[in-house]
């Protein structure tokens, strides 16, 4: 069976080592970081992450602040909010919750928003600082899965690594993440002819895509690393027997639960090492974000 890598338990080590860095900040130099979020329109799953990052903050000492605009609110109305924490010095981070409203356009949103602030890592600049592996805020869901492989001492240098999935908030960067630390990198798409012979070649196998049980074991490789990041959620009426035997209480209490990409119960058994979903990538994305807005309170601080 494979081991399960805990995100929950890495994030957890993550946070507890933050809450000690922001008493340290405040103490030496009387700076306690702070996150702005600008949360439009009424997204259910929007506003489970946007609670959960206050959440984040609070557990680690941080301010934390939401700007929460109705729907019809106009890009104006968006950037105005963006300039109102730009401006503001106990602000060190912001971020504007994906996705927009339609009339919005989210790049001119998205680059709004100082390189410097950029917490989320999505500004073009963010990115260009990632290729060119300059300092810079990297995209949190991409440094979680690295963070946790690190912290596993899963070795990354001279592996053959696959990603499923190419958006420019996940996929990309986390496939560049995994080339500036020597992975040998392939990267899938929509439009990839053979995705098993891809995902069969890798040793570390990292999934964002959105499609439960797209992954099954007949494409893992023997003793692989599987990173599972995606996230479904699956109603009653959609799961099947095994998945309601398996997550019966989950559908009791709740009528539905969460899935990755990764046929979960399938692949264990021949991974070395594995992600859970929850529990596993998800937990780790609230923890970096938080570590990139300590990163701009400490440079805003004057301290590297
Ligand atoms: P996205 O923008 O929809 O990207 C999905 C990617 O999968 C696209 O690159 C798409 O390719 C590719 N794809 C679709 N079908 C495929 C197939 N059959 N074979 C190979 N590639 C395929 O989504 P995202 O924002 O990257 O998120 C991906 C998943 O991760 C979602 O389930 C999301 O909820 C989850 N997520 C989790 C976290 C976390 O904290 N755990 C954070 C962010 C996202 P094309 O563009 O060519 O169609």
């Given amino acids: 069976m ?13 946070k507890n ?9 405040i103490r030496v130099k009387g ?9 439009v329109g009424e997204d259910p799953a929007s506003k489970v992450y946007v609670a959960n990052k206050q959440k984040g903050c609070e557990e680690v000492g941080f301010l934390s602040e939401t700007a929460r605009m109705p729907a019809d609110s106009t890009e104006e109305q968006v950037l105005n909010q963006i300039r109102l924490y730009q401006e503001r010095d106990d602000i060190h981070g912001l971020l504007v919750q994906l996705p927009l409203p339609q009339h919005i356009n989210k790049n001119k949103i998205l680059y709004a928003i100082s390189p410097d602030k950029d917490v989320d890592g999505f500004h073009p600049v963010n990115i260009g600082r990632l290729v060119a592996q300059q300092e810079g805020f ?15 001492k899963i070795e990354i240098k001279g592996k053959n690594a696959t990603m499923v999935g190419h958006s420019e908030i996940v996929g990309k960067p986390c496939a560049l993440l995994l080339l500036n630390e020597w992975a040998t990198v392939t990267i899938c798409h929509i439009e990839t002819k053979d995705l098993k012979s891809h995902t069969r070649d890798a040793d570390i196998l990292v999934v964002a895509v959105g499609k439960p049980k797209l992954i099954s074991a007949d494409m893992v490789k023997d003793e692989a690393v599987v990173i599972d990041i995606g996230i479904n959620r699956i109603t009653k009426d959609m799961a099947d027997e095994k998945l309601l035997e398996w997550r019966k209480e989950d559908f009791e209490k709740k009528g539905s639960t969460l899935v990755g990409d990764v046929d979960f119960q399938e692949v264990e058994s021949r991974a ?6 929850p529990g596993g ?6 923890a970096m974000l938080l570590k990139n807005t300590l990163q701009s309170a400490k440079r805003y601080a004057g301290i590297r």
């Fill in 2 to 14: 494979a081991k399960l890598i805990s995100g929950v338990k890495i994030s957890a080590e993550i």
């Fill in 281 to 286: 990538v998800g937990p780790m994305t609230i």
């Fill in 272 to 277: 070395s090492a594995i992600t859970p979903v």
């Fill in 31 to 39: 700076v306690r970081p702070g996150l702005g979020v600008i949360l």
């Fill in 138 to 152: 990297i995209p949190a869901t991409p440094a979680g899965v690295i963070e946790m492989l690190k912290r596993e």
């Fill in 17 to 25: 080592e933050i809450k000690e860095e922001v008493k340290e900040l």
